[in-house]
């Protein structure tokens, strides 16, 4: 006899970092998978039996090519925060396109297709920092903090077009595949080059990518209808707590001391600044400085309260499997 389907899941964004991960996790749990992406990916990226769509996520034929036949959506194309590049004006508007019309196009799409269930991937980054003495909820205020940010809001609104709609909030994600600010500390230490900024004893959240997937398809099977959830490790931890976990997983040494966070900021500013002016970037920036020395501390506890969740990745262990060789 035959592996019996789980179900049919079309997965957006599917060669990005987490995508690739979720696509991997639907096929092993028995998902027949239909991806949609932008240009065919290479052979071999993509698991044997993905059926694959090519076309824009703005297409709105691809759209409703992408969704025929399916049961469930888990929508991960985005543009996201280290993607801008063009004037303000234009950045805006590509921002608005993908995040929020895009997100409402396939939302309706779906819902006219006789999809069951619409997975929205979103951001803690919609309630902005946290002020030192809180940990934020789902029922925290949103104050996004950039057009990342506020555009991944709306799109949370454009999502509930969809059918049995469940939204996401992802802390920041780490793991083998994941690039972005932590991927420039984990750089910084590797080559001995990181020095600390300020006392790090403020607080962040992450969950490892491995994890996002297991909490995306339980959600997926078993929320209700207009739940949102932060998905994240279970904790929050300092800073200085992530950087002793990432060194440790390099066997790298750190700097001693640290350095204070203003004159370090105005600094980084004037260096960052140049390097543009000649078409290089700088490998630490005010955006990593930043994420760096903010306070950003958020709960998990409503996904594993009312879906069982439980994280497989703690700080130490997770930064050891994503820095393994």
Known sequence: MGTRVRGAALVTGATGAIGLKLVEALVSVGYSVRVLVRRRPAPHTLP???DTVVGDIGDRQALIQAVDKMDIVFHLAAKLHLQARGTDASVREDYERVNVDATRDLAEASARAGVRRFVYFSTIAVYGPSRPDEILDEASPLRPQSVYAE???RGERAAMHGPSVVILRLAAVYGRRVKGNYHQLVRGIQRGIFVRVGLGINRRTLVHEHDVTRAAILAGENAASGRIYNVTDGDVHK??????AISAALGRRLLPGHLPVAPTRFIVGMIE????LTGRSSPIGRDTLDKLVEDVAV???NLQTDLGFQPVFDLTAGWREALAR
């Open 48 to 50: 044997d039996g993905v």
């Open 151 to 153: 555009t991944k809001m």
């Open 239 to 244: 800073v200085r707590e992530i950087v002793d």
């Open 273 to 276: 600044d140049a390097l543009r």
């Open 299 to 301: 709960s998990g506890r």
